[in-house]
């Protein structure tokens, strides 16, 4: 009898270890931070797999505009006692790295699809070369006036741990439409916080519980002609406990200032009176974004659908009722729609024309020019945004109707500063295709509170 076999060489274990990391360059951080972002510490095995890794890790953490991982060998002599020598030998890892400039203060301001805005904020994303985050932002607007505060650790060294807590007081006017016309607006306050710990599961996702504690005041309704009823809402003033869960995945980068890559989020809410809330409700998000890169153009496709119901006589309360109109829904007035049932997309392709700096200054920036289509449906299954619906008013039908979906297209100016916001500069023109209406807004640094 005769036996064969076939046998595969199957590589040794590498024989280098980390003795300590070496620091080139200004890279801004800590030798703490560093060893956290690569997951690399004294005394863990290292080969070229290992080192890649640990690179490709500080690239993703955008904080350095270069950055290499290596060891100070050559080639062959790395090869021989990674894989072919049975001793150990510690090592040194060497880090050479340039930071970025890691915080902005820049202007933010909203004007048209009547409303308006003005504001400032400053972000540093590495505040005293520790890898943590602080945001503070504030806003005096017409219909909308906010100051936040956050503070944000994105990865706990010697944990795949994450928190952020943040603090905030705004002043709302809650604004209701009929026929594209304002009827009637609710002014509100809201002052509270919240806290954050989350779970990073890979480079790319990761899982957070909160819990949100706020104090809503509700004022009488304003702008009502005389002799008109009010439409439904709740008016109920108190406290707002919220457990919250959310789940991410995020591969998107930014380095020109033009997002590709894919992100989703899903999040849950919920209030009751079993921890102290005075409304009960539950509210379900979920959010996918499509970023894409061909040459010169990006396009773009955000979904977003959200369920934001009551589970009680207390209810929802008015300030989160669901609105779009505006930047989310432009050619439409700024929340002109509102509900408790939403679905929404925006495709968006938007194409550099220009790559320039800024005069007497190292900053660039781009200049781009963008088409977009955008659509929405937003039911009202729970008028009065409690589970009882008001007299006299019956629960409208659930199904939509082709009359239930608002859409617009349309175009726009972007001027982008890679790394200081997203645009830094916008200007879009819609047309709303069911009010027939053109409108125009004008934001730096868009978004609000």
């Keep these: 009898m005769v036996v064969c076999g076939v046998a595969w060489p199957v590589p040794a274990a590498a024989r280098l270890v980390v003795d300590h990391v070496a620091i080139r360059g200004k890279p801004g951080v800590t030798t703490r931070v560093l060893a956290t972002r690569m997951h690399l510490y004294p005394g863990d095995a290292v080969d070229f797999a290992v080192l890649k890794a640990a690179e490709q890790r500080l690239i993703e953490s955008d904080l350095f505009s270069s950055v290499r991982v290596f060891i100070e060998l050559p080639i062959e002599e790395e090869v021989r006692r990674m894989y072919l020598d049975d001793k150990t030998y510690p090592v040194e890892v060497v880090v050479e790295a340039v930071g970025k400039l890691t915080w902005f203060a820049f202007p933010t301001a909203s004007f048209g699809s009547g409303d ?19 945001l503070a932002a504030g806003q005096i607007g017409q219909s909308r006036s906010y ?11 010697g944990a795949p741990l994450t928190y952020s807590l943040n603090g905030l007081y705004r002043q709302e006017q809650i604004r209701f439409f009929v026929n594209h016309t304002m ?19 890979s480079p790319h996702t990761r899982a957070s519980l909160g819990l949100s504690a706020r104090r809503l005041t509700v004022s009488a309704v304003q702008d009502l002609a005389p002799g008109a009823i009010a439409l439904p809402y709740n008016p109920r003033s108190g406290r707002v406990f919220l457990l919250q869960f959310q789940i991410q995945y995020d591969d998107t980068s930014a380095r020109e200032g033009l997002r590709h890559g894919v992100r989703v989020r899903i999040k849950n809410e919920l209030s009751d009176r079993y921890w102290g809330s005075d ?10 974004e499509l970023y894409g890169r061909f040459r010169w153009n990006y396009p773009s496709v955000i979904f977003c659908g959200i369920i934001d119901y009551p589970t009680s006589a207390r209810g929802r309360p008015v300030t989160e009722l669901l609105r779009i109109g505006g930047p989310n829904l ?63 008013v019956a629960p409208p039908p659930v199904r939509s109707k082709l009359k239930d979906i608002h859409a617009s297209f349309g175009g726009g100016v972007r001027i982008i500063l890679p790394g200081v916001a997203i645009p830094a500069f916008k200007v879009d023109v819609g047309y709303g295709i069911d009010v027939h209406a053109v409108g125009v807004t004008i934001s730096i640094a868009g978004g609000g509170i």
């Design 183 to 201: 009827f009637m607006q609710v002014p509100t306050s809201v002052i509270g916080g919240s806290g954050w710990i989350g779970w990073v599961l």
């Design 147 to 157: 100051a936040f505060i956050e503070y944000s650790d994105p990865l706990v060294a």
């Design 279 to 288: 409304f009960d409700y539950s509210k379900f998000e979920t959010l996918v």
């Design 116 to 134: 308006w805005a003005g504001g400032l904020a400053y972000a540093n994303q590495n505040v005293l070369g520790r890898d943590v985050h602080l």
């Design 330 to 392: 432009r050619g439409y007035l700024t929340n002109e729609f509102n509900g408790d049932t939403l679905a929404s997309m925006q495709a968006e392709d938007q194409a550099v024309l220009l790559h320039l700096r800024i005069p007497w200054t190292h900053v660039p920036f781009n200049v781009a020019t963008a088409i977009f289509v955008d659509a929405a449906t937003l039911l009202q299954r729970y008028p009065g945004g409690t589970s009882v619906p008001p007299p006299d």
